[in-house]
């Protein structure tokens, strides 16, 4: 597939829009183009091994979960690890993709799938996505009623206001008087404009309302998930499901205030990576994710949440090899892609 193709085809697979304000997602290297792409690459962090990998396996494009560039680089030399990935993939014409958070939002993501470590359940997101854009045009629906006397005179004005849409008139009758009412979308720069002509008339301004228009809730998307198993299940076994489904030998664990490694656990609430401010404030008997600060754990185990935390990539790296089977039903098969080998949590228990 062309480099283009393949990121619209990523990108329609997990928006980059749903990802959180603060990341940094999509395209982050781009060979000259054109640029084909036979074989892609997935990995959860791009590290010197792995890329050495990629090039060994001549892939054309490296999915990162985590993305690789992050802080701004101001210059691309050999001098640190992160700008010798750059280096290296432009010297192997390899282009580097990273969704990180757009997938923790999506269904069919990272959360998704480590909910499956829980059992059966059902799951919602903590944090709902909306959508990326409203229904309508503009950020405020502005509705007032005018009679026929101005009704020609205020519409002629109102039009020649910039990014004004959706501007409609309907009869109305306001305190037995035969009247006009007339709505429209604007933008929040346009509403300043509206406001002010509408105040130079009393009449027009009493009788006005303001909606702000807000982007709709997409279902089953967001940060972090909220699971009700369907039957409880004591916090040891949960235990042991966790790391059955991560494949970790070991776990930390914080047991919460009055509980014990028997108490039952109905609720979970789970993030990938780190998942201290997702979390925070969730009524749960356990919190599930790869690391939290100090302090959240202990706030968390006063309120009788136990906490299980796996490290954080522990809680992402698994779901490659979902990814790689849900991406080749997208993409038609029509490349070839694998997972590495070589990344790993930098993390171990000694």
Known sequence: MNLRELVSALNDFANPALAESWDNVGLLVEPSPPHTVNTLFLTNDLTEEVMEEAVQ???????????????????????????????RALENRIGIYSPHTAYDAVPHGVNNWLTKGLGACTSAPLHPSTAPSSPAEGTHRVEFCADAEHL???????????EISCLTTLPARVEG??????????????????????????LLYHKTEILLLQKPLLPHTGMGRLCTLSEPVSLSDIIERVKGHLQLPHVRIAVGAGRTLESPVKKAALCAGSGSSVLKGTEADLYLTGEMSHHDVLDAVANGISVILCEHSNTERGFLSELRDALAVHLQNKINIIVSEKDRDPLQVA
């Open 152 to 162: 020609d005179s205020v519409l002629s004005k109102i039009k020649d206001i910039p």
């Open 57 to 87: 396996k001549k892939a054309d494009l490296i999915l990162s979960y985590h993305p690789p560039i992050f802080t701004p680089l101001k210059r691309v030399t050999w001098k640190t690890w992160k700008e010798r990935l750059v280096v």
């Open 177 to 202: 008087e035969e009247q006009t009412r007339v709505s429209l979308n604007c933008s929040q720069k346009a509403l300043l404009e509206v406001v002010a002509f509408l105040s130079q008339n009393s």
